[in-house]
């Protein structure tokens, strides 16, 4: 019996293209948690962009972001109870070779977005996440407390797959991963989402047979890893469908939905 979903948001059950969730999706939650099922939120997104669509769902359980780097009650002051920050040293060194290289990052301290540069780049992520952000040189920051670094390519994702390629063999000892075509995400080593979606699962004393995971990026394999039962959504990426145990729907076709007919109230449509 499935007494947890641990699900993605961007691709999985946020479709842009439609403009956020679907009335079936939003339905599907409800339905979860009037069943008791606890429905988690894991993403990659910083805290604060995810706790308006936490609230948009009615949920009131721990958000999971930063790719697994902070787990944090949504609420006014709340509980942080895991956080895993990046190597203050190792982040000096990858914004030296983002400048060098004229790469664009996004650096999160303290779940404070910022940016050297008040670009396009910047406007075009922000603008789909309705979330603010600081411009200022980085050199007047304290380097300390740091959720992450993304890098960003809106243009050039073979790019993209070229940092994350040379970055993972530069700092073996950081996870570095692909979370969508243009962003490379480089964050302590576990700040993942399977460390948190565990560190949940003892806390709520559940076993791993009791979670679903469910996601569609190449990030959302460290998800898939902590279910019991492992879906991938039909839009999702083609190593993150190897990983999985069943493959449902696209987004724009509501996925998840499907999945958690099929697997948790046991209706197929």
Known sequence: MI?????????T????????????????????TASNVKVVL????????ATFLADELGLDTPIVSYQG??????KENGECYYRKNLDNEKAKEIIKWARENNIHINLYINDVLYVENDNE???KYT?????????CNFDDLTIDNINKI?????NNPEKVTNWVEFLSKKYPDLYIVKSTPYFCEISHKDARKSCAVEYLRKKWNLKKEEVLTIGDQNNDIELLKAGGIKVA???GTPELKECADFITDTVQNDGFVKAVEKFIFHQER
């Open 3 to 11: 007494k947890m979903v641990a699900t993605d948001i961007d691709g």
């Open 121 to 123: 780049i910047i406007k």
């Open 69 to 74: 780097g902070m787990i944090k009650e949504n």
């Open 42 to 49: 894991v993403t990659g997104r910083m805290h604060k962009s």
């Open 13 to 32: 059950i946020l479709n842009w293209e439609y403009g956020g969730f679907t009335q079936g999706v939003i339905d599907c939650v409800k339905k979860l």
């Open 127 to 135: 603008g789909a996440r309705y979330i603010e952000y600081k411009v």
């Open 233 to 235: 959504m039909g839009n």
């Open 150 to 154: 993304l890098a960003i390519d809106y």
